[in-house]
T-cell receptor
Framework: DAGVIQSPRHEVTEMGQEVTLRCKPI?????LFWYRQTMMRGLELLIY????????DSGMPEDRFSAKMPNASFSTLKIQPSEPRDSAVYFC???????????????FGEGSWLTVV | GEDVEQSLFLSVREGDSSVINCTYT??????LYWYKQEPGAGLQLLTY?????DMKQDQRLTVLLNKKDKHLSLRIADTQTGDSAIYFC????????????FGQGTTLQVKP
């Protein structure tokens, strides 16, 4: 089975440029999550979708960040304009049922390693 | 607020058992997870335990949960050099779908 697929794996960009991170969840999963990992803040949830609809975006740091899920097999996280403090690893994850009562596990992709210089 | 705490570093010798500890504050946590992250890689789910269980065993891994003390541990038997990684404890709150609260991660170093 293919896992959660993210692209690009690594990106280096200049401050002020637009960055688009992409994610393909596991087929059949109805929940999709975007997490960010930094040394200072650890792993934090940015936003999650259920059936392509954003449910909780309270973790999105500011208006420069936006996420979309146009269909069940694709999601993007966009940063415009990017800043050096956005440098982090961005993980996409997916699950069937969102975890919780169903106990369905949340599977992570390999991450997109972003450096903004 | 919700918080998950872990010790930052553990060093063991190959063949010994490793015990990684975690404490959490949210008493409504329904599921607790252990993830492994190898250098430069993503998060790999190792195991999880439902809050009404005390113990779960899966091959070399044993998870112990003390719900009263909000304490979770992961024991790795016969630790191998390939087990060297960062181990994250995470809690999932009841009714808060998908919002995993992660600990800071414990770096496990296995010496040959």
């Amino acid at each position: 089975d293919a896992g959660v697929i993210q692209s690009p794996r690594h990106e280096v960009t200049e401050m002020g440029q637009e960055v688009t991170l992409r994610c393909k969840p596991i087929s059949g999963h109805d929940y999709l999550f975007w997490y960010r990992q930094t040394m200072m803040r650890g792993l934090e949830l940015l936003i999650y979708f259920n059936n392509n609809v954003p449910i909780d975006d309270s973790g999105m740091p500011e208006d420069r960040f936006s996420a979309k899920m146009p269909n069940a097999s694709f999601s993007t996280l966009k940063i415009q304009p990017s800043e050096p403090r956005d440098s982090a690893v961005y993980f996409c994850a997916s699950s069937l049922g969102g975890g919780g009562y169903s106990g369905n596990t949340i599977y992570f992709g390999e991450g997109s390693w972003l450096t903004v210089v | 607020g919700e918080d998950v705490e872990q010790s930052l570093f553990l060093s063991v010798r190959e063949g010994d058992s490793s015990v990684i500890n975690c404490t959490y504050t949210d008493s409504s946590s329904t599921y607790l997870y252990w993830y492994k992250q190898e250098p430069g890689a993503g998060l790999q789910l190792l195991t999880y335990i439902f809050s009404n269980m005390d113990m779960k065993q899966d091959q070399r891994l044993t998870v112990l949960l003390n719900k009263k003390d909000k304490h979770l541990s992961l024991r790795i038997a016969d630790t191998q050099t390939g087990d060297s990684a960062i181990y994250f404890c995470a809690s999932l709150r009841s009714g808060n779908t998908g919002k995993l609260i992660f600990g800071q991660g414990t770096t496990l170093q296995v010496k040959p």
